[in-house]
Nanobody, 118 residues
Framework: QVQLVETGGGVVQPGGSLRLSCAAS?????MAWFRQAPGKEREGVIC????????TYLDSVKGRFFISRDNAKKSVYLQMESLNVEDTAVYYCAKGRTIDCDHTYDSWGQGTQVTVSS
């Protein structure tokens, strides 16, 4: 079982930025970020393949959220810009079943809370 640990959540004002990190015990796969807002289902946000190709699942974050990875550090990052209150959610790191972003994930972190509020 791959262990995933997210860090970097917090409270930020609308328009602000935040960077989340995910440390994995094994990252030789595609990695993704999901989020779940209160009262809503978990939704896929963005994915990065093992080789660095990115796929944005959520139209509302295009041009604002950016995913990157450092395979040597077994880490994945989510840079979030121009945050708005609708981005408030618990953000989860997920490990893919393969090296590509093919919508299949089998390990999840515990989540980190991101709150956008003035």
């Amino acid at each position: 079982q791959v262990q995933l640990v997210e860090t970097g959540g917090g409270v930020v004002q609308p328009g602000g930025s935040l960077r989340l990190s995910c440390a994995a015990s094994d990252s030789r796969y595609a990695m993704a970020w999901f989020r779940q807002a209160p009262g809503k289902e978990r939704e896929g946000v963005i994915c990065i393949s093992f080789n660095g190709g990115t796929t944005t699942y959520l139209d509302s974050v295009k041009g604002r959220f950016f995913i990157s990875r450092d395979n040597a550090k077994k880490s994945v990052y989510l840079q979030m810009e121009s945050l708005n209150v609708e981005d408030t959610a618990v953000y989860y790191c997920a490990k893919g079943r393969t090296i590509d972003c093919d919508h299949t994930y089998d390990s999840w972190g515990q989540g980190t809370q991101v709150t956008v509020s003035s």
